[in-house]
């Protein structure tokens, strides 16, 4: 079979611009370090780098989304921090309303003191974030959550926002937490059942915020403490009046009553203390659900009370508002606690998301990244081999038969 020169050179040249456009696309790879630039390079690992690239993607978002979570928790647990030094220096002051040698004037400067950190307390149940999120409004619901609506009236602190918490999912935290359960739910008086004087009583009668002694025997029922002088003895008699007779309690009937003795009845324990007159009374009912705010709010009027007895009053209600003041304290402490521990998860979360980026940039820099000894190599040969094939061209191209005629 016969070849034609012609032909011979044709598909030389051909050869030679193929290998022209390998070595060019070569340069190219190495010039941008990418084995895989289009799915035709191949398909097989243009696929995989794609999902690979695609899961980056989402994993970064969750970092981002993870990265404004922790934030907002940062500062809602200062918020907490702030809001526990506040009920603090509530109790402290409390604590020292309770000086025998304080007079009217000393007891409405420190009514004002708890005015002012009242006010502080509602300015931190409010706190935003950076984005101008509440940090405390629950599910949301309300710009501004903790809404005052203290007046003579007696209304207090409304909560706006929506009660509940967000759960914290495998990538996600909560940005807001429930500032209806930590401010809004502290139990009233030592959290079973609490006790308070008559409004009309004249005497100087008092109890302590009272315990459970034995749970199993609690009825859940309202009960009265009635004091009577009988042949000149002060005595106490205790009435059920949940039940329909409303008749006295066996063995709590007319008891002779001396100062600081301890009484029990139906699994609840007291101590009075003081003189009564003939005619007070105690209550003790069930306990129900207080604000931290309304307790403050208490420790206000009972500063400033002027009724009848208003020492006895007012011993009362400052033991009963420091007992609550302490449980909503306690509240708020173990909200910051959990705050805490979403932040450690956050950080746990935020190590894990890091390592799964970087497994996924390492995996997708394996599927398409060029590995340069050997791009560089590959380089070389191919240029090595077009300088060879052009020279041997360069050298066929000039043998003619006219050449070797003489």
């Known amino acids: 079979m016969r070849i034609s020169t012609a032909n011979s050179y044709d598909n030389t040249v051909s050869l030679l611009a193929r290998r022209q456009a390998e070595l060019a696309a070569q340069q190219e790879k190495i010039a941008t370090g990418k084995r895989v630039q289009k799915a035709s390079d191949d398909p097989v690992a243009a696929t995989l780098a794609e999902t690979a690239q695609n899961r980056l993607s989402r994993t970064q978002a969750d970092l981002r989304v993870l990265d404004n979570a922790r934030s907002s928790l ?3 647990e200062s918020g907490l921090a702030e809001s526990g030094e506040l009920i603090q220096k509530v109790r402290d002051l409390l604590v020292s309303a309770g000086n025998a040698t304080f007079g009217p004037s000393e007891r409405e400067d420190i009514a004002r003191q708890l005015e002012g950190l009242r006010e502080q307390m509602i300015g931190v149940a409010n706190l935003k974030d950076n984005a101008g999120r509440t940090l405390f409004g629950g599910l949301g619901g309300s710009a501004t959550p903790f809404v005052d609506l203290y007046d003579p009236s007696g209304n207090g602190v409304q909560f706006n926002g929506q009660r509940g918490q967000a759960a914290a999912g495998n990538t996600s935290l909560p940005q807001a ?3 209806d359960a930590i401010w809004m739910r502290v139990p009233q008086g030592n959290g079973s059942f609490t006790l308070s004087l008559d409004a009309g009583n ?3 009668v008092s109890t302590s915020v009272g315990e459970v002694s034995d749970p199993t025997a609690l009825t859940g029922d309202d009960y009265r403490i009635d004091f009577a ?3 000149g003895v002060m005595q106490y008699t205790v009435t ?3 039940t329909p007779a409303a008749n006295p309690m066996p063995g709590q009937t007319g008891v002779p009553y001396t ?3 301890t009484i029990e009845f139906d699994g609840q324990s007291l101590q009075m203390n003081g003189q009564p007159a003939a005619g007070d009374q105690v209550d003790l009912v069930p306990s129900t659900n207080t604000d931290i705010f309304s ?3 208490d420790a206000i009027a009972a500063l400033r009370y002027t009724g009848a007895n208003n020492s006895a009053h007012r011993t009362q209600e400052l033991a009963r508002t420091i007992t609550e003041l302490d449980a909503g304290h306690d509240r708020v402490l173990l909200a910051r606690g959990r705050a805490g521990e979403w932040l450690n998860r956050g950080d746990s979360l935020d190590a894990l ?3 799964r980026s970087v497994d996924l940039k390492t995996e997708k820099s394996r599927l398409e990244d060029l590995d340069m000894v050997q791009g560089i190599s590959d380089f070389q040969t191919q240029q090595l081999g077009l300088e060879a094939a052009l020279k041997s061209y360069a050298q066929v191209q000039r043998l003619s038969l006219f050449q070797v005629i003489n």
């Open 74 to 76: 940062q500062q809602a």
């Open 177 to 179: 937490l429930d500032g």
């Open 202 to 204: 004249t005497g100087s």
């Open 229 to 231: 002088q009988v042949a």
């Open 240 to 242: 059920n009046v949940t």
């Open 259 to 261: 100062n600081g003795m």
């Open 295 to 297: 307790v403050v709010e």
């Open 353 to 355: 998301m890091e390592d």
